[in-house]
């Protein structure tokens, strides 16, 4: 059984800083693209950012160069590193793993499993 969970969610004030965890159990992690996900209210899921299981990074233009995505995998875990937080960014934060490939690899259709989410909150 796949699981994902997330930690690393919370309040934080305009121009600070989380960093989101994930670990990932029942997979093959090493075989994996990651992905964190966000979704505000009233609005659709949208990519975050993304690594393919050989370390390739995408990221959303609203978030690059505020936000890193990195993996471990010898702690099947992916991290997602937030500075300079805006009260836009607020949202449920979702980890997902996918296998597709393709030019299209992180989008989230192409996801397979999902965590549960943690939500972030950036007040003004």
């Known amino acids: 059984q796949v699981q994902l969970v997330e930690s690393g969610g919370g309040l934080v004030q305009a121009g600070g800083s989380l960093r989101h965890s994930c670990a990932a159990s029942g997979l093959t992690f090493g075989t994996y693209h990651m992905g964190w996900y966000r979704q505000a209210p009233g609005k659709e899921r949208e990519l975050v950012a993304a690594?393919?299981?050989?370390?390739?990074?995408y990221y959303a233009a609203s978030v690059k160069g505020r936000f890193t995505i990195s993996r471990d995998n010898a702690k099947n875990t992916v991290y997602l590193q937030m500075n300079s937080l805006k009260p836009e960014d607020t949202a449920v934060y979702y980890c997902?793993?996918?296998?597709?490939?393709?030019?299209?690899?992180?989008?989230?259709?192409?996801?397979?499993?999902w965590g549960k989410g943690t939500l972030v909150t950036v007040s003004p």
């Open positions: 690594v393919g299981s050989k370390g390739r990074t």
């Open positions: 997902a793993a996918g296998k597709k490939y393709g030019s299209m690899w992180y989008d989230p259709s192409n996801m397979s499993y």
